[in-house]
C-alpha cells in the first residue's frame, strides 16, 4: 500500500470516529429532552435520509472533482451539522445534516480506493478500511460514552484550553460537541494532503432529470450482474441490520442486562472489535476470487442473533456479541471488494459506490423504521430479537439459493456452448 492510501485511512478514520461520537451525544440530547423512546432509532434514519435521496447525484459529484477534495467539501457539511446542535436546533434535523455531508463523502471514499490500487489488492484494502472504520466505531462508541457521561462533562467543562477568552461553552452537551467538531476539522485537514490519482471521467451529466435516468441504468446494471446481484444483496442486507443491531443492544443493555448509556456504549464497541477481528482474518484468508464462499456465515450469525435472548449477564454479553462481530466481519469483507470490483469494471467508481449507498441506506431505512413501529407497539424485545435474527438468517439462505442457481445456470451455458463447437 502506498502512502495515499494510508493517508486515506486516516481521514477515513477521524471523520468516522467523530460520526460515532455524534450519534451518542445526539441520543443523549434526545434523552434530556424526554423524547419518546421511538425517536432513538428515528436519529440513524435521518442520517442515512440523504443517502438514499441523493443517491443519483452524490456519485457524479465525486467524479467531477478530485475525490479528496470531495471528502474535504463533505466534512464541513459535516461541521455544519455539529454546529446547528450548538444553535439548539433538534438533534433530529442537525443530524440529518451530517449524514448529508456523509453521503457526499462515502462514494469518494470507497471509490478513490478502485483509482489508487490495482483489483487484486482491493480485499486487502477493504480489510485495512472496514477494520480501522471499525476501531473509529470502538472508540468513537467509547468516547461519545465517556463525553455523554457526568464525569466526562465535567472534566470537559473543567479544562481552560483559551485562558481569558470566553468559548460560551456553558454544558456538558456543548463541550461534547465542540470535541466531536475538533475531530471533524482533524479529519478535514488529512483530506487536504490526499493526492490526486489522476483518473479523470468524462463530462458529468448536470440535468437532474439525466442523472436520475443514468443512475436507474447503472442501478439495473449492477443487479442483473450475476456477481454483482449476490454481493450487492449481502452487503445491503449487512448494513440495514447491522444499524438495527446497534440500536437494539442500547435496549437490551438497558432491559436485560440494567446497564446505563454510558456503559451500554462499551457493548456496542465489543460487537465492533469483533468485527474488526473478522475484517483482518477475511482480508489475510479470502482472495477475491473466492469471496461468495463466506456466505454461509451471514446465515449463522442470524441464528447467533437470536441466542440473545437467553443472555442475562455481561460475562456472557461481551463474548457472544464479539462472536456475532466476527461472523459479521469476516464475511462482509470479501462481499464489499466483489462489489466495487464489479461496479469498476461496470461503470466508474463513484457510480457504482452511489448505487451500493442507495441500496444498503435503504435498507437501513427500512430495518430502522420495523424496528421504531415495533418500539412504538411496545413489542417485547425478546420477539423483537428473535425475528430480526431470523429474518437476517431467512434473506441470507435466499441469497445462498439464488447464488447456487446463478451457478448452474452459468454451467449449462458453458456446456451449451461447448455443444456448439
Known sequence: MNRGFYTIMAAQFFS???????????????TSMNAP?????????SFVLFYVLLAAFVGAFADSLPKGRVMFIANMIKVFGCGLMFLTVHPLLAYAVV??????????????LTELLPPEKLVPANGWIEGLTVMSIILGTVLGG???????????????????????????????MA??????????????????????????????????????????TLWRDKLGQISLAVTTLFWGAGATLQFI?????????????????????????????????????????????????G?????????????????????????????????VVPMNALLQHRGHV????????????????????????????????????????????????????LIQRRHALNQREHDSLGLIGEGKH
Open 37 to 45: 423512546a421511538s425517536l432513538t432509532p428515528l436519529l440513524k434514519l
Open 346 to 397: 461496470l461503470m466508474s467508481a463513484g457510480h457504482s459506490i452511489a448505487v451500493q449507498n442507495f441500496n444498503e441506506n435503504l435498507s437501513i431505512l427500512t430495518m430502522l423504521a420495523a424496528y421504531a413501529i415495533m418500539i412504538t407497539l411496545n413489542l417485547d424485545l425478546d420477539v423483537i430479537i428473535v425475528m430480526f435474527g431470523l429474518s437476517v438468517a431467512g434473506i441470507m439462505y
Open 249 to 297: 443492544v442500547l435496549k437490551w443493555a438497558e432491559r436485560s442486562l440494567h446497564m446505563p448509556l454510558d456503559k451500554a456504549t462499551n457493548l456496542i464497541g465489543v460487537v465492533a472489535i469483533g468485527v474488526a477481528l473478522g475484517a483482518v482474518m477475511a482480508a489475510r484468508m479470502i482472495p477475491l476470487r473466492k469471496s461468495l464462499t463466506v456466505i454461509p456465515l
Open 299 to 331: 446465515i449463522i450469525m442470524g441464528l447467533v442473533v437470536t441466542s440473545m435472548i437467553f443472555v442475562k449477564s455481561v460475562t456472557l454479553a461481551y463474548p457472544l456479541l464479539a462472536l456475532i462481530g466476527f461472523l459479521s466481519g469476516f464475511f
Open 146 to 176: 465517556a463525553l455523554v457521561s457526568e464525569r466526562g462533562g465535567a472534566f470537559l467543562l473543567g479544562m481552560d484550553l483559551l485562558p481569558g477568552v470566553n468559548t460560551n461553552i456553558d454544558t456538558g452537551a456543548e463541550a461534547a
Open 99 to 112: 449524514g448529508f455531508g456523509a453521503a457526499v463523502y462515502s462514494p469518494a471514499k470507497y471509490g478513490i
Open 16 to 30: 468516522s470516529l467523530a460520526d460515532n461520537a455524534l450519534l451518542f451525544v445526539a441520543i443523549s440530547l434526545l
Open 179 to 220: 470535541v466531536v467538531v475538533g475531530i471533524y476539522v482533524l479529519a478535514a485537514l488529512f483530506n487536504l494532503r490526499i493526492p490526486d490519482t489522476g483518473a479523470r471521467y468524462e463530462h458529468q451529466e448536470r440535468n437532474p432529470g439525466k442523472l436520475i435516468v443514468d443512475f436507474a441504468n447503472c442501478s439495473a
